[in-house]
Nanobody, 116 residues
């Protein structure tokens, strides 16, 4: 059974940093597109960043220059390093694994709260 388990969320002050991790129990992890999404209060779920098997990355404009996505295929893990956090980054962050056209999996989410 496929599982994506996120960790690393919590409460942080504005300007602070957090590192999210997502460990995936997936065969052939390295060929999956791995992504982080988030859903803030009363907002739609949105793509934060993704990383392809070759290592190319894509970021939402709102997080460019502050967040970095990376992956360790040997550990079946994807990370999201979040720096210079802002109150508007407050959301539940979800890990996503996608292997077109048929396979897509979601984690249960980890909450990030940015507040003083």
């Amino acid at each position: 059974q496929v599982q994506l388990v996120e960790s690393g969320g919590g409460l942080v002050q504005p300007g602070g940093s957090l590192r999210l991790s997502c460990e995936a129990s997936i065969n052939a992890f390295s060929i999956y597109v791995m992504a982080w999404y988030r859903q803030g209060p009363d907002k739609e779920r949105e793509l934060v960043a993704d990383i392809r098997s070759g290592g190319s990355t894509n970021y939402a404009d709102s997080v460019k220059g502050r967040f970095t996505i990376s992956r360790d295929n040997a550990k079946n893990t994807v990370y999201l390093q979040m720096n210079s956090l802002r109150p508007e980054d407050t959301a539940v962050y979800y890990c996503n694994a996608h292997r077109p056209p048929f396979f897509e999996y979601w984690g249960q989410g980890t909450r990030v709260t940015v507040s003083s």
